[in-house]
């Protein structure tokens, strides 16, 4: 028979397409089933696999191991994958042993368990039961081992019954099994963080609240290391459930929110003293999963509380300070100015706090965008706070700043091109790290003032007639910049009138 090419598959997403058009040579048909593997392959699709398997079993007995590996490490969706796996769950059982022990197998059924399509959940949890009533051996050498190590039948038992219980949406019927969550701690960490997610993702708020408040108490997980499921929680699922706004709610003129923002702290600061090696990591993971929510004032403003109480060196990293400061600038325009001042205030306490090192262009990146936002000013305790940091930065030598100052001055003053407002925003970035640290006393503020102004504009002819670098600029042109410098200098160091918003 021979063999047809790619352009005499049958098209099996036209409405006249028959299941018994599939024939042709074995590579035919191997070829159109590697075609079924797609990222919006369905129903349809598993059908025809099936067909396939039976056509090809009796004469290429190998087609079927290879194709569910290639299944398994392809990109296609969980949904379509849990159906495949279901689908030939009884020759998968009997005769794919080695499948079954595999990585790629359980990391499968894991993101399947926590899906948001209720099918999938079941398919997972299906393959799951399946496999603990077989008892097939895990061999002590398999990457899978240590996810079943002494776990009774019985174990694996009350396990499924809590996955099956919250699908219930009723508070009733979950609270049967509450307690039997606390049970889990002899189980392997990623079985328990599989159980807090579908807690997370509850419809009922209560149940919620009860999952978020018990997972930051456990103290029973087992994680090995850091890096694993337990990141994932710090980066994605913890920072979600955080913010439901209906969470901080007033009781007895008790705020939850206090009692919230109380256990986080206490639950990462457990954290870093399990894994003290990981430090860095816990710390840069948790602001890394706080900067991808898109947060509502309330719930900002608690977790913000959270942060310049965590028991940690100065671990923030420069790329953490970048995107903190993206949060402040571009994600916070809209939010309620009170709790909005109030989470930002938290946020630079924070980040001058923690941070390892800052170059001086983030330096004043930062200082700005705070300072633009009036989330500090002169004669305030943020101010002060201020100070003592620059003066551990420069080791109390104010003559580099003015030098390191002076230089960026000159270069600003240079880009005459420029719009006028970009060109203010930069002096006033400049300006602000040296006014906080020389604003001392008085006279130290004068004489950094005087010295600036004098390096900067005594001596100086500028748009002088035949000059090579003469721009035509009118008399308030060429003396523009010394105005923005003054009036820099003056919003600096007064306070605002009113505060924004």
Not at 170 to 176: A, G, L, P
Not at 397 to 421: A, F, G, N, Y
Not at 431 to 441: N, T, W
């Amino acid at each position: 028979m021979e063999e047809s090419g790619p352009e005499d598959f049958p098209r099996y997403e036209d409405p006249d397409f028959q299941l018994e058009d599939l024939k042709g040579s074995p590579a035919h048909l191997q070829k159109l089933a590697e075609r079924c593997l797609r990222n919006d392959a369905g129903s349809q699709e598993i059908k025809i696999l099936v067909r396939l398997v039976k056509l090809l079993d009796p004469v290429e007995a190998s087609f079927f191991p290879e194709f569910l590996s290639k299944a398994l490490s392809s990109s296609v969706s969980t949904v379509f994958s849990l159906h495949l796996l279901c689908a030939f769950s009884e020759k998968i059982f009997q005769e794919q042993d080695d499948v079954l022990v595999a990585t790629p197998f359980w990391n499968m059924v894991q993101v399947g368990l926590t899906h948001t399509c209720s099918l999938t959940r079941k398919r997972a949890l299906f393959l799951m039961k399946r496999f603990t009533d077989t008892k097939l051996p895990v061999p002590a050498d398999s990457p899978v081992h240590v996810l079943f190590r002494d776990r009774s039948g019985r174990d694996w038992e009350e396990y499924f019954l809590i996955l099956e219980t919250l699908e219930e949406k009723q508070v009733h019927i979950v609270k049967q099994v509450l307690n039997k969550v606390l049970n889990l701690a002899d189980f392997h960490a990623t079985w328990i963080f599989i159980v807090f997610r579908r807690f997370f993702t509850h419809q009922n708020l209560i149940v919620v609240r009860w999952g978020l408040e018990n997972f930051l108490e456990f103290e029973g997980l087992r994680c090995e290391e850091f890096n694993g499921p337990l990141e994932d929680m710090l980066k994605h699922d913890l920072p979600q459930v955080l913010n439901e706004s209906k969470l901080y709610f007033k009781e007895n003129n008790v705020f939850n929110g206090q009692i919230i923002c109380d256990k986080v702290s206490r639950f990462i600061n457990r954290t870093i003293m399990t894994f003290p090696n990981h430090e860095v990591d816990v710390i840069n993971a948790f602001v890394e999963g706080i900067c991808k929510v898109g947060w509502g004032p309330l719930p900002l403003f608690w977790v913000s509380s959270v942060l310049p109480w965590l028991t940690c060196a100065k671990v923030l990293t420069e790329r953490s300070v970048l995107l903190l400061l993206d949060l402040v600038e571009n994600h916070m325009v809209y939010q309620e100015p009170v709790l909005r001042g109030a989470a930002q205030h938290n946020l630079l306490i924070f980040i001058l706090s923690k941070v390892e090192s800052l170059s001086k262009p983030v330096l004043e990146t930062c200082l700005f965008n705070f300072w633009k936002n009036k989330i500090f000013f002169v004669n305030t305790p943020c101010w002060t706070f201020l100070q003592d940091y620059l003066m551990c930065r420069y080791a109390n030598d104010l003559s580099i700043l003015i030098s390191e100052t002076t230089q960026e001055l000159v270069s600003i003053r240079s880009r005459i091109t420029e719009p006028m407002k970009i060109v203010s925003n930069s002096v006033t970035k400049s300006l602000l790290p040296l006014l906080i640290l020389s604003s001392v006393d008085m006279p130290t503020l004068k004489s950094t003032v005087q010295t600036l102004n004098s390096s900067l504009f005594d001596g100086q002819v500028e748009n002088r007639a035949y000059a090579a670098d003469r721009f035509n600029l009118d008399p308030e042109q060429s003396e523009r910049f010394q105005f923005i410098f003054i009036k820099s200098v003056m919003d600096i160091l007064l306070g605002p009138v009113r505060r924004r918003g």
